[in-house]
């Protein structure tokens, strides 16, 4: 009888190769003679290309040759304009692509890029919108599928009648993903295929969105992606990266281009955080219950690309409410293309929402927690299906005495300590237990091992160790019996490492390829026995209403001199089922606490309308936080037991960590201060007029 290894600790099997360095990334796999490319970008924001003169790059030594509209590759397609790319001479953005050189070295592509010579006919812009912009509009739906708008009961008359009410505004910063690895491809054509080793979070979404593109049968592209350095969303989606790799690749002559961003190229290239103005209208009886909550969103696009962000939709399932309404209006304009980043939609909104709670419990003159007590629904509050599990009272409570929530006095700035002000604040956490489908797993004996084969992804995540955790279990072995094989389009089909689906998704599939294998074969299995099965569906995901929750709190220090706020202590406890490797898991928690403790204080991408570009553009001027800035973080979770979720009971834990972190502490400063800031990152000029 083997031991359990759901719930055990072990390290990184992948860990000892990443130190030793020789876990290929990107743009490490060995490469015979390859070219590498460098992208050249607009300098204008919107306009068209007069003229693009190459020739004083392609004199210089190594260069084989500059890609541009003129001689790029016709593409098959056009349904995503983002990938679209220079198939005609119009510009829609600062930084957008115009073409790459190619050369014999990455310095040599470099240096010819910079000496193409580019003439432009410009053409007015529009880089910035508002709450009252004359030309938002409604999208079809948001991301997701979800409606755009949904209404149920009078939000205007309830809100008119609440003995207590909050009509505020918060806005959330511009930001950008940032991964440690920056995007990089390699492209290689032959025999009419293409091999792409790519840095992404979904081979097979490369795959299938690549091969139409170039007329091809996704089957005729390979993507490999064994390890890859980060990507918080910005590598879920191919960008136009890899299709300028592709395209390069077509001009070298059967050789391959490996093509790397820059950071600075992340910036207009590869996604980012949409800025958002959000207005929230809280109603509620004197005794906390609340009769009405209404969140609009105002959020920009690209006018190449529509990506809606569901900025408002965890206000659609967090609290009990008669009359309850959400809205999503976008502003289009000439700016880079906007995609997913950590917890899409749920980091913003939930920072807003939690805030605006905040600010109703002190009118109310409220515990906070009491508050979210108070109004936990009984079922979801707009769909009326029951939850799978929900244990967000039980995480307040925990997370209250861990913190040591009771010693609180709630008036602000209560204590003190020499010239520092000390706050604490506590804000709720949510995100969809999801599940994708379409995942196929196959387990074969190979010796006295066994190999399972998937197109799962590890981004730093764990999977390498995890997944096998749940094969071991799934097949009744010891885990040092399972050789894992993920990260290629090759192996049996994987969704995307995102949205928190990943384990659930891909465990389910190796779980019921490990249950098929024993039904044919049993406990002795000749060598060779082999087993592919797709994930079969769940019914309960049609019946039930499926999330994880959590709750932050948070202990702020502020300087009454300076201003400066430092953050010495975070305590947050999750609801997210069965934990499959608790090590990693605890490493994910924390990870996204402090990235939501970056938004909260340091996080901006500076957007300068005048040139329409982000003037931060590296890690010296995009602030994120180092050690010395992140103090005592405490992560724990809640034993749950949800058996309608998938066959290990678990759910998604990579993002529910960054949802609600920044409301903590922007309610900890308020607690601190009495000052409340509606907007993140807050600044230190913020406080100091009232310190």
Not at 146 to 163: E, F, N, Q, R, Y
Not at 572 to 578: D, H, N, P
Not at 627 to 655: F, R, T
Request: net charge negative; with cysteine; charged share 20%.
């Amino acid at each position: 009888m083997s031991t359990p290894a759901i719930g055990s600790s072990p390290t990184r099997i992948d860990g000892p190769a990443k130190l030793r360095g020789v876990a290929p990334y990107a743009m490490e796999h060995p490469q015979r003679e390859p070219l590498y490319g460098c992208v050249i970008q607009s300098t204008i924001i919107r306009g068209r290309v007069r003229e693009i003169d190459t020739s004083a790059a392609e004199q210089i030594h190594g260069v084989l040759t500059v890609l541009t509209h003129h001689n790029a590759p016709r593409l098959a397609v056009d349904d995503d304009k983002e990938l679209f790319i220079l198939q005609n001479d119009e510009i829609a953005f600062r930084g957008q692509a115009l073409g790459v050189a190619i050369a014999t070295s990455l310095e040599v592509a470099t240096e010819a890029a910079a000496r193409v010579l580019v003439t432009y006919d410009e053409r007015p812009a529009e880089v910035t919108f508002s709450a009252d912009s004359a030309d938002l509009y409604t999208p079809a739906e948001i991301d997701g599928g979800s409606p755009a708008d949904t209404s149920i009961g009078d939000v205007d008359a309830a809100l008119d009648l609440a003995p207590i009410a909050i009509d505020q505004t918060y806005t959330t910063a511009m930001v950008h993903n940032n991964p440690m690895e920056p995007h990089a491809t390699i492209a290689h054509w032959t025999d009419g295929a293409l091999v792409l080793f790519d840095s992404t979070q979904g081979p097979h979404v490369v795959r299938s969105t690549i091969g139409p593109l170039f007329g091809m049968d996704p089957e005729q592209v390979r993507v490999i992606a064994p390890f890859v350095g980060g990507g918080f969303g910005s590598k879920g989606q191919p960008h136009v990266n890899i299709v300028l790799a592709a395209m390069a690749a077509k001009l070298a002559d059967g050789r391959p281009v490996k093509l790397p961003l820059t950071r600075q190229q992340l910036y207009s290239l590869a996604g980012y955080r949409t800025p958002t103005i959000q207005r929230i209208r809280l109603g509620a009886h004197r005794d906390g219950t609340l009769t009405a909550i209404a969140h609009d969103v105002v959020e920009q696009v690209s006018e190449v690309k529509e990506f809606a962000e569901q900025t408002a939709i965890a206000s659609r399932v967090m609290y009990a409410a008669a009359n309850r309404s959400t809205s999503h209006r976008l502003a289009a304009r000439n700016v880079p293309v906007s995609s997913w980043m950590r917890a899409p939609g749920h980091c913003p909104g939930m920072y807003a929402g939690e805030t605006a709670i905040d600010e109703l419990a002190v009118a109310l003159g409220m515990d906070p927690i009491a508050l979210r007590v108070h109004n936990e629904p009984e079922v979801d509050p707009e769909s009326g299906r029951p939850f799978s599990s929900r244990g967000l009272v039980e995480c307040l409570r925990t997370g209250a005495d861990r913190f040591g929530w009771a010693d609180r006095d709630p008036a602000p700035r209560s204590r003190r300590e020499g010239r520092w002000l000390i706050g604490s604040g506590v804000a709720a956490a949510t995100y969809p237990a999801g599940l994708s489908a379409g995942n196929v797993a196959r387990v074969r004996r190979v010796g006295d091992r066994y190999e399972v084969a998937i197109d799962a992804m590890d981004i730093g995540t764990g999977t390498w160790t995890s997944l096998g955790q749940i094969a071991a279990d799934a097949l009744g072995v010891e885990q040092h019996r399972i050789e894992l094989r993920i990260g290629d389009s090759d192996l049996p089909k994987g969704t995307v490492a995102g949205g928190s689906t990943g384990m659930a998704s891909w465990g389910s599939a190796v779980v019921a390829a490990a249950r098929a294998f024993r039904e044919r074969y049993g406990q002795e299995p000749a060598d060779g026995a082999e087993v592919t099965v797709e994930a079969p569906e769940n019914p309960a995901r049609d019946v039930f209403s499926t999330h994880a929750f959590g709750a932050h709190f948070v202990e702020v220090r502020v300087h009454t001199d300076t201003a400066e706020i430092r953050v010495p202590r975070v305590v947050s406890v999750f609801g997210v089922g069965r934990i499959i490797n608790p090590r990693m898991a605890r490493s994910q928690f924390i990870g996204a606490v402090t990235m939501g403790l970056s938004m909260a204080l340091l996080e901006s991408s500076e957007f300068d309308p005048r040139v329409g570009a982000v003037v931060n553009h590296d890690l010296a001027g995009y602030h994120i936080p180092v050690n010395a800035d992140i103090g005592e973080i405490d992560v724990s979770w809640i034993d749950e037991h949800d058996p309608h979720l998938n066959p290990m009971g678990s759910k998604g834990i990579g993002e529910i960590g960054i949802v609600g972190s920044a409301a903590a502490v922007g309610n900890a400063v308020y607690h601190a201060t009495g000052v409340r800031v509606r907007h993140v990152p807050i600044h230190l000029e913020d406080l100091l007029g009232a310190l």
